[in-house]
């Protein structure tokens, strides 16, 4: 079983749709979590951390469940330009900044 | 200010043969992470450096490959006789420190082609 389990999607969505996305996570010890985006052959940038108390940056809205173990990202009022490869991170126990990545899911933005 | 810079950007070489990929972190960061991403592929850890400590080396895939981090800043990665199932793109990101919360800036990446 993978550490960090995504459904790869893609998920095709029309301009003005709402989107979530889940993830979840096996180790229980793990302490911080991320969502990073990569564009198409391009590098990973860091979207948003998640926090357990949820949080919010502009329509992006993250959640975490620490006793399911599960993480999610939902966008509100998608554009064309969130097209892109979503990641799934987690910061696996043991105190350093090692982060374990999920495989992605790809959301497809049409017009 | 800059960002992760890697190099070279795209690399194609034959079986068998050497290759040596570079990564210059950002300036002041103490932590520097190689990683490995397969076509459509998540990123896949390979090698941790922080500070003078020793590295973490448990995601290296085989003894082939090794890495240095020289002076706390440039590191590179070597593969020694290389298979064609190496080919992917190797990614190197750095980040300020080490308690697990500090965000990780990626470089370009390397797309690595061994024919």
């Known amino acids: 079983r993978k550490e960090v389990e995504q459904d790869p999607g893609p998920f095709n969505v029309p301009e003005g749709a709402t989107v979530a996305f889940n993830c979840t996570y096996s180790n229980s010890a793990s302490q911080s979590f991320f969502w990073y985006r990569q564009d198409c052959r391009k590098e990973p940038k860091l979207l948003m951390s998640?926090?357990?108390s949820g949080n919010e940056d502009g329509r992006f809205t993250a959640q975490l469940n620490r006793a399911s173990q599960y993480i999610s990202l939902l966008i509100r009022d998608s554009k064309l330009s969130d097209s892109a490869t979503y990641l799934c991170v987690v910061n696996r126990a043991g105190g350093y900044n090692k982060l374990i990545f999920g495989a992605g899911t790809r959301l497809a933005v049409h017009p | 200010g800059a960002g992760v810079s890697q190099s070279p950007s795209n690399k194609v070489t034959e079986k068998g043969k050497d290759v040596e990929l570079r990564c210059d972190p950002i300036?002041?960061?103490?932590?520097l992470y190689w990683y490995r991403q397969s076509l459509g592929q998540g990123l896949e850890f390979l090698i941790y450096f922080q500070g003078n400590s020793a590295p973490d080396k448990s995601g290296l895939p085989s003894d082939r490959f090794s890495a240095e981090r020289t002076g706390g800043s440039v590191s590179t990665l070597t593969i020694q006789r290389t298979q064609q199932e190496d080919s992917a793109v190797y990614l190197c990101a750095s980040s300020l420190g080490n308690t697990g919360s500090e965000t990780q800036y990626f470089g370009p990446g390397t797309r690595l082609l061994v024919l």
């Open positions: 300036s002041g960061h103490t932590a």
């Open positions: 998640v926090y357990s």
